[in-house]
């Protein structure tokens, strides 16, 4: 019988991979692997405890750290925004989506904190890159995976005021921008740093010991390189001792963090049992989880940016998928990829959860065959 180290143990043999570590789990079954080297050409093996850089898959923290506040009814989901991003209080937008950045009107209402949540606030990438307000963005929002080049929360929210807004606020689902713009809210609200706040009230608490905005060093050993696709095979993209080695200029919402399978497992346990630890105790509504995994848009507001969905809509800090185009595309089954090579999904259905952690970078929104070949196995696994 086929299993989960089969699963992932081909592409490492392809030398696709250099490792990975994959995990399945529905109620009391778990599945684990690690397999590979933690870098490529070295020594070291994959295990477990291995950590990742998780990249996109950090969309769903900050989202529910706003969540948090939600609840806490520190802000509420119709709030305007510029009450605390008074940078945002007179977005202008591109006439239509095709304009030139200075043909532009003022935005038709105020952007919301649920505009924020659901990726809808104007803000954000298309899937045509060649949009004047698409071009006049990339300076300001660059790739995610290299952290250093953000500038701090206050500069970068100051340099995103001054570009105009693709869309009216409301009107499409656009890719990632709004991931950063809630973890600055998040900041602003609570009057801690995102770090700090994800810490005390969802990593602590669930025991994630291993997941944050850095990888200290008492944890380099267990870090794992990362790589993008050259010409000539896999390149270094970043060592234990780069990027993620000290504080960044911005803790980035959208994708900063860097943890483990077993603590991203933590977190999906959370959101499968309405917001409930293991130990009973309360950290989100369950509102706040069904408002997180409920698709809230529609073909009309997904046309923009259709290119990073495929048979899904979005949630609040990830995917929900909404047609069943493949055997793993579950109505109501939400998550997410990293482009650094990191998926995870929860699928409310089944109560399966599948988690794979790679350190290949994804040069294009078509999901890898290892992802792909994971997916079909965690919809089998689940079955």
């Known amino acids: 019988m086929v299993g989960l180290d089969d699963v992932i143990g081909k592409h490492i043999t392809s030398g696709?991979?250099?490792?990975?570590?994959?995990?399945?789990?529905?109620?009391?079954?778990?599945?684990?692997?690690?397999?590979?080297?933690?870098?490529?050409?070295?020594?070291?093996?994959?295990?477990?405890?291995?950590?990742?850089?998780?990249?996109?898959?950090?969309?769903?923290?900050?989202?529910?750290?706003?969540?948090?506040?939600?609840d806490d009814e520190t802000l509420g989901l119709h709030d305007p925004v510029?009450?605390?991003?008074?940078?945002?209080?007179?977005?202008?937008?591109?006439?239509?989506?095709?304009?030139?950045?200075?043909?532009?009107?003022?935005?038709?209402?105020?952007?919301?904190?649920?505009?924020?949540?659901?990726?809808?606030?104007?803000?954000?990438?298309?899937?045509?890159?060649?949009?004047?307000a698409m071009q006049a963005l990339f300076p300001v929002q660059p790739d995610g995976r290299e952290p250093r080049r953000f500038?701090?929360?206050?500069?970068?929210?100051?340099?995103?005021?001054?570009?105009?807004?693709?869309?009216?606020?409301?009107?499409?689902w656009l890719y990632d921008v709004c991931s950063m713009l809630q973890g600055i809210l998040v900041a602003r609200v609570s009057g801690q740093s995102l770090p700090d706040f994800l810490e005390e009230r969802l990593f602590a608490p669930l025991g994630m010991g291993d997941t944050g905005f850095i990888a200290p060093a008492a944890t380099r050993d267990r870090f794992t390189s990362y790589y993008r696709v050259g010409d000539t095979g896999l390149e270094l993209a970043d060592a234990p001792d780069g990027q993620w080695a000290s504080p960044t200029p911005q803790p980035m919402g959208n994708g900063g963090l860097v943890g483990t399978a077993g603590d991203w497992l933590r977190f999906c346990r959370l959101l499968l049992a309405d917001g409930v630890t293991e130990d009973g105790r309360r950290l989100l509504s369950d509102k706040a989880v069904r408002l997180m995994t409920t698709d809230h848009t529609t073909p009309r507001t997904r046309e923009f940016a259709d290119?990073?969905?495929?048979?899904?809509?979005?949630?609040?800090?990830?995917?929900?998928?909404?047609?069943?185009?493949?055997?793993?595309?579950?109505?109501?089954?939400?998550?997410?990829?990293?482009?650094?090579?990191?998926t995870a999904h929860i699928t409310p259905a089944t109560g399966a959860i599948g988690i794979l952690l790679t350190q290949v970078g994804q040069h294009s929104p078509v999901p890898d065959p290892w992802m792909i070949d994971f997916w079909r196995y965690t919809a089998e696994f689940a079955a």
């Open 16 to 70: 696709a991979l250099p490792g990975a570590v994959a995990l399945v789990a529905q109620g009391d079954r778990y599945e684990v692997a690690a397999a590979g080297l933690a870098h490529a050409g070295g020594t070291v093996p994959m295990a477990p405890d291995s950590i990742f850089r998780l990249a996109s898959l950090t969309k769903m923290a900050t989202a529910a750290a706003l969540m948090m506040l939600v």
């Open 307 to 342: 290119l990073f969905l495929e048979g899904q809509g979005w949630g609040f800090g990830g995917s929900v998928d909404i047609a069943p185009l493949q055997p793993w595309n579950i109505p109501g089954r939400y998550g997410w990829v990293g482009g650094t090579g990191t």
């Open 151 to 172: 500038l701090p929360a206050d500069e970068w929210l100051a340099a995103l005021a001054r570009v105009p807004m693709l869309c009216q606020p409301g009107t499409a």
């Open 82 to 132: 510029a009450l605390w991003l008074p940078e945002l209080a007179h977005p202008m937008v591109v006439r239509t989506p095709f304009s030139p950045i200075d043909d532009v009107v003022p935005a038709h209402r105020p952007i919301t904190v649920f505009d924020l949540l659901s990726s809808q606030a104007g803000y954000g990438f298309a899937s045509d890159f060649t949009l004047p």
